[in-house]
Nanobody
Framework: QVQLVESGGGLVQAGGSLRLSCAAS????????MGWFRQAPGKEREFVVA????????CSADSVKGRFIISRNNAKNTVYLQMNTLKPEDTAVYYC???????????????????WGQGTQVTVSS
């Protein structure tokens, strides 16, 4: 089993930056990819960014390209989401997720993920 804990959310003004962290514990050796999703009130959970280190792939949603960056610290079993030039429409609960299947794709669909964190709120004021 794997546990994921997000941190780093908060309130920021438009144009500002935040860095989210997702610490994984448990059977982390079984993981091959992780991603970040977000869910705004009244909307479905949507893909943000993902990293598949077994395949050497990074991918991101068009809405965050050039602004959000995902990275990983293997020694700390932690994945980060650096969010720059934040906009009010980025306001949402952000979730990290992990995949235990080894593949070559960039996982962008919620049903492809096996583990989820509890989420952290990000609020961007205008």
């Amino acid at each position: 089993q794997v546990q994921l804990v997000e941190s780093g959310g908060g309130l920021v003004q438009a144009g500002g930056s935040l860095r989210l962290s997702c610490a994984a514990s448990g059977r982390t050796s079984s993981l091959y990819a992780m991603g970040w999703f977000r869910q705004a009130p009244g909307k479905e959970r949507e893909f943000v960014v993902a990293i598949n280190w077994s395949a050497g792939r990074l991918c991101s949603a068009d809405s965050v390209k050039g602004r959000f960056i995902i990275s990983r610290n293997n020694a700390k079993n932690t994945v980060y989401l650096q969010m720059n030039t934040l906009k009010p429409e980025d306001t949402a609960v952000y979730y990290c997720a992990a995949v235990r299947s080894r593949g070559t794709t960039c996982y962008t669909l919620t049903h492809e993920y096996d583990y989820w964190g509890q989420g952290t709120q990000v609020t961007v004021s205008s």
